[in-house]
Structure formats: structure tokens, C-alpha cells
Nanobody, 116 residues
């Protein structure tokens, strides 16, 4: 079965960096586009960005473009999110997600807290 597991979150000071990781199994990772979403307290879940199956194309939300970088290692079935210059408004639970055969799967999320 499809499984997604995020890791790498934590408490970071403003201006800091984190690298989130999404380990996957149960599907042919390289075939599918992958996305990162986040959900801040009291807000709806929002798209952070996405990457093509072959890693050749990425898209980002305006609020994170230039600070966030999505990448993938198809040999390791792993998705990454590099977050730089963290701001307090980046505080959220970050999720990776994939749609396989018309079903969307989510990981359990990893908490990122930006605070001094």
C-alpha cells in the first residue's frame, strides 16, 4: 500500500533553514508528480509546491518562491523540501502527498515552528 512518511521538522529561529524529507513506498515513485502542502494553526491546508515525476519541473506558491526548493531522489523513493530564510509565517505542519490511480495519499506531517 502507498505510504508516505515526513521527517525533518523542528523548532528553528527566523532566518534559519530546514530540510524536510518524505520517504515513500508502495508505488512507482518516479512515475508520479509529488507535492508539499502545509497547514498553519487555524488555516486551511495550502499548496507549497510540486515536482514532476522525473524531477524536471517544479512549481511553487508565490509566498515561498525563492526560499523553498523541492527535489527528489528517484533511486531512494524520497522527496525533499529545502526551506531557507524561515519566517514566522512558515510555522505549520508540512505534508507530502501523491495521487495514485485517482486516490490522493498523505503522510502524517512534520511540524515546523519558527520562533526566536
Amino acid at each position: 500500500q502507498v505510504q508516505l512518511a515526513e521527517s525533518g521538522g523542528g523548532l528553528v529561529q527566523p532566518g534559519g533553514s530546514l530540510r524536510l524529507r518524505c520517504a515513500t513506498s508502495g508505488f512507482t515513485f518516479s512515475k508520479y508528480p509529488m507535492s508539499w502542502f502545509r497547514q498553519a494553526p487555524g488555516k486551511e491546508r495550502e499548496l507549497v509546491g510540486a515536482i514532476a515525476g522525473n524531477g524536471g519541473g517544479t512549481t511553487y506558491a508565490d509566498s515561498v518562491r525563492g526560499r523553498f526548493t523541492i527535489s527528489r531522489d528517484n533511486a531512494k523513493n524520497t522527496l525533499y523540501l529545502q526551506i531557507n530564510d524561515l519566517k514566522s509565517e512558515d510555522t505549520a505542519v508540512y505534508y507530502c502527498t501523491v495521487a495514485v490511480e485517482n486516490t490522493r495519499f498523505w503522510g502524517q506531517g512534520t511540524q515546523v515552528t519558527v520562533s526566536s
